[in-house]
């Protein structure tokens, strides 16, 4: 009995822990955080030089790029294809404290440059609310954080190199090579791999937290009077809470003067989480734990107005939200963009869809988004607030046939808005859909069509909307 609970044990930590296991036709299965898109593919590779990366994009026909693996829907693999996993190509280049700017290798996380930079006080400018990403992935998903008077990543970006399809290194830049610079900051590794950043980095500075609850429906004005232009504050978000949809709490992040309560300037790594991660798991089993959170815990933990170092705030771990199985089920994000004046227009049409599905919603998270520079395939092509939620589904096929069916319903809801989805997470749109929220698809497949005639560089988005 007990070697069968331990054999148990092994065989559910392997499909825990690993992203690539060996199939039995020796294909490897790689797999994303959600556990929900396994993918047989032929070979994983982990450079660590440009040499070996062109060595790699010359002599394969089919090629997937995976970073650190976030995102939700087959984005970083397809059936049969190389996938160069760049985690090991992380080395920091050239840094130059006088002009706030840092070259790296693509698949360095953020983590490892906040280490770097701190001790010159200085932080990344814009990236995710976590700091497990790599700079490509974040390059390819063009992504945004919670900051303020910032946007999507590429108004961070000074300039790339990116190995193209016939294996020549190119330089790309907002003035050199303009339109692969646009096509490949958003591009989910469509047009080459990116294999060095130079990024804008800005100044670490003191905050302090401050909170408030309102009325959601109050929320628009309140960010228009006193968030947008208040340059005091870095970080921003509000916390609509589910079940109801009504209320929010908006929490600002301000430069202050006063003394750290936080000692730390990075959060401490290797820790447990162990009461985020009961909360969560409160929030997503019982009915009750979502007022729970809204009337008692939030209160409690939001009275408190800690002052930290910015980069403390930025270096949160995703472990904090790991589930201890996704073996049933498995916590997953969806994002949706709206035009600024659009907002009292979406939440309405998102609130009524997710309660009409019963969806199991933990959170979701307003953040603001200045417009892009000019990537093809820009999510923000205006001002926009985005609505991130974040909520539990089975793994089962029925329970991803209901996520598609509520999910095209909250897609819909985006474009009657004139908004736009976000392309990280699991693949429901229709190509009417990513046509319409992504009007400049066409311009960005010709111009992978004339880099990459024999369609070399592939995953699962790309399989599914591109048509040669
Ligand atoms: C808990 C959690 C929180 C998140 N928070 C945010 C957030 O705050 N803001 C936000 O915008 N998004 C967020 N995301 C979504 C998103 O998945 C990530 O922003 C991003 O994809 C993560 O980077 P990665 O290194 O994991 O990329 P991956 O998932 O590995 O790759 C993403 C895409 O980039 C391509 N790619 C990777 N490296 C390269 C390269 N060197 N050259 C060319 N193409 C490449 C891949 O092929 C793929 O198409 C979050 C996801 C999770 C799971």
Known sequence: MQIISFVLLIILFISLFSTAITAQDGLKIANDITQLNPISVAEIIHPISTEEIIKAVKTHNSISIGGGLYSMGGQTATEKALQIDMRNFNRILNFSEANKEITVETGINWRKIQEFIDSYNLSIKIMQSYANFTVGGSLSVNVHGRYIGEGPIILSVKQIKIVLANGNLIVASPIKNKEIFY???????????????TLSLTENTKIERTSQVLSIKKYKQFFLDNIQNDSKIIFHNAVIYPDQYEQIRAISYSKTPKKTTVNYRLKPKG?????????????????????????????????????EWRNYEASQDVFELEPESRKQSTYVLQEYFVPVDQFDNFYPLMANILKKYKVNVINVSIRHAKKDSGSLLAWASTEVFAFVIYYKQGVKQ??????????????????????????????????????????????????KKKLDPTNKFRNKLWDNYYKL
């Open 183 to 197: 096509a490949a900051i958003g591009g989910y590794g469509g047009i080459g791999v990116i294999t060095e950043a």
């Open 271 to 307: 820790q447990k989480y162990i009461f985020r991660k009961f909360v969560l798991g409160i929030i997503s089993e019982f009915s009750v734990g979502k007022w729970f959170r809204q009337y008692l815990i939030d209160p409690i933990i939001y009275k408190s107005k800690p002052i």
């Open 398 to 447: 029925a329970d991803k046939e209901k996520v598609k069916k509520w999910t095209q319903k909250l897609i819909d809801a985006s474009l009657l808005c004139n908004g736009r989805y976000y392309l990280p997470y699991q693949i429901h749109a229709n190509q009417y859909q990513f046509e319409k929220a992504y009007i400049h698809s066409d311009d960005f497949f010709r111009l």
